[in-house]
């Protein structure tokens, strides 16, 4: 069955550097989303993407966060000067369809994002 | 900021009970997820209900979506310690928006 890919499984990283965190959705799927959960918190929505474009973020994805989808296959979100609460899980998920169409969104297994 | 209540946060059962989880909000969802999570791994889809009233079985799990799309409950039946995890109701809004809205989940234990 596919499935959304994410790399690396755990990244650790210096406070104030920039991250940037890889995603393979589904190959037919056209709308991606990141999100985040903090430890011991539920899941968060940053950001969805499509057609090249963001569609919609939420209050947390600020100017310190990007998204990128730099060839055909690979959907990434940039983090920079980052911070100790940005420690987290980090989920991509992807769909085939949108929202009209009601189709459930797919989520990767994530990346977890350790700030030190 | 939409806020999606899930109940009970935690629930521990013996083996062979039956037991139901809610998830509520105090706004109209135009679809709902319920996903299931293990430690260390990402949400994985159990079903999705758009239609109010609608219900949707997946073995012993039933799944209920509210008549108002307000509200949604998930019942499983003579639970097995299989069924031990983490369980998320997630929701869309609408209205263009598409972003999920997540509860904080059910821990749920079913003990041999």
């Known amino acids: 069955e596919p499935e959304v890919t994410q790399t690396p499984s755990h990244q650790v990283t210096q406070m104030g550097q920039e991250v940037i965190l890889r995603c393979v959705p589904i190959?037919?799927?056209?709308?991606f989303y990141w999100y985040r959960q903090i430890l011991g918190q539920k899941v968060e929505f940053l950001v969805s993407f499509y057609n090249n474009e963001i569609s919609e973020k939420s209050e947390i994805f600020d100017d310190q966060f990007s998204v990128e989808r730099p060839d055909g296959s690979n959907f990434t979100l940039k983090i920079r000067s980052t911070k100790l609460e940005d420690s987290a899980m980090y989920f991509c998920?992807?769909?085939?369809?949108?929202?009209?169409?009601?189709?459930?969104?797919?989520f990767g297994d994530g990346t977890r994002l350790s700030i030190l | 900021t939409q806020l999606l209540e899930q109940s009970p946060q935690f629930l521990s059962i013996q083996e062979g009970e039956n037991l139901t989880v809610y998830c509520n909000s105090s706004?109209?969802?135009?679809?709902l997820q319920w996903y299931r999570q293990e430690p260390g791994e990402g949400p994985v889809l159990l079903v999705t209900?758009?239609?109010?009233?609608e219900v949707k079985k997946l073995k012993r799990l039933t799944f209920q979506f509210g008549d108002a799309r307000k509200d949604s409950s998930l019942h499983i039946t003579a639970a097995q310690p299989g069924d031990t995890g983490l369980y998320l109701c997630?929701?869309?809004?609408?209205?263009?928006?598409?972003?999920?809205?997540f509860g904080k989940g059910t821990h749920l234990i079913i003990q041999p």
């Open positions: 706004s109209v969802f135009s679809s």
């Open positions: 209900v758009v239609t109010g009233g």
């Open positions: 997630a929701g869309v809004y609408g209205g263009g928006a598409d972003g999920l809205t």
């Open positions: 998920a992807s769909k085939g369809g949108p929202v009209t169409l009601n189709q459930p969104q797919h």
């Open positions: 190959s037919n799927h056209l709308y």
